[in-house]
């Protein structure tokens, strides 16, 4: 299983925006993972360690637009803890205030760390034209890929809206690991990646709930995409109905 976890920008104290966090949430959702034991580590890694090692739950963490904050404070934070993950860059962002430049790229790249394309210029994808999602989608992998000299396997969607056609531009121009913004935790190599956030909202005190779902809370979250028939057949009659009770009263 794999819990892919979503983070925006990192902020020193002052929250501008919904998705931001301070450096001391960040901090904690750091020491959050290390307390939990768990693997930590990029997407492609987090995948494929799933199924060879059949590890309980690996956690992913995902930063999504390129914020040079991500440089500044989580770089160093996971290099220090033996840690990886994977950062989704905006590429018409790049060198922008506030926000990563190549080399700033690069460094985290070639210590590890994931580089995964959140297209071009962050466009809602679903009110583009075909030939703009096919440009948003195809020229960002490819200038990221001549950046970097590394395949580029990663894409999430801006605002975590896609439709169909999206998802099949996605798939066409060679993406494997493909995040949306749905929450739950991933089982096998799924088509489309669910991510839980954190956000300005999220807690100290819910982080082990997102960082280490209990069995309960996994299920919760599941709940809405998991028949009946598929419950019982996963849990046995018994605990179904025992489960059934504890979530519905
Ligand atoms: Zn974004």
Redesign the pocket.
């Known amino acids: 299983m794999v819990n892919v976890v979503t983070l925006?920008r990192i902020v020193d104290t002052k929250i501008e925006m919904f998705?931001d966090i301070t450096r001391d949430l960040m901090a904690g959702i750091v020491e959050s993972v290390e307390s939990v034991g768990c693997e930590a580590t990029t997407l492609g890694e987090s995948f494929d360690h799933s199924i060879i090692a059949k590890a309980p739950l690996v956690i992913s963490l995902t930063f999504?637009?390129g914020w040079d904050s991500h440089y500044q404070y989580v770089f160093p934070l996971l290099v220090r803890l033996g840690m990886k993950a994977t950062f989704?860059i905006?590429v018409n962002w790049v060198g922008k205030k506030n926000y990563l430049n190549w080399g700033q790229i690069r460094e985290m790249s070639v210590a590890g760390m994931e580089i995964g394309s959140?297209t071009m210029n962050?466009p809602m994808v679903t009110d583009l034209k075909k030939e703009e999602i096919i440009e948003e989608v195809g020229t960002s992998k490819s200038i990221l890929e001549d950046k970097l000299g590394r395949e580029i396997k990663g894409f999430?969607f801006?605002?975590g809206f896609y439709n169909r056609e999206a998802i099949k531009i996605v798939r066409d121009s060679g993406y494997s690991l493909i995040c949306t913004s749905r929450p739950g935790i991933n089982r096998g190599r799924p088509g489309l990646i669910r991510r839980n956030s954190i956000n300005s909202l999220t807690d100290l005190r819910d982080l082990t709930k997102i960082i280490m779902p209990g069995r309960l809370d996994l299920l919760g979250k599941e709940m809405l995409h998991i028949t009946k028939g598929a419950m019982i057949g996963v849990l046995g009659e018994r605990n179904y109905v025992l489960l059934r009770n504890k979530l519905f009263r």
Do not use: A
């Open positions: 925006h998705s999504d637009d989704f905006t959140h962050h999430s801006p605002g």
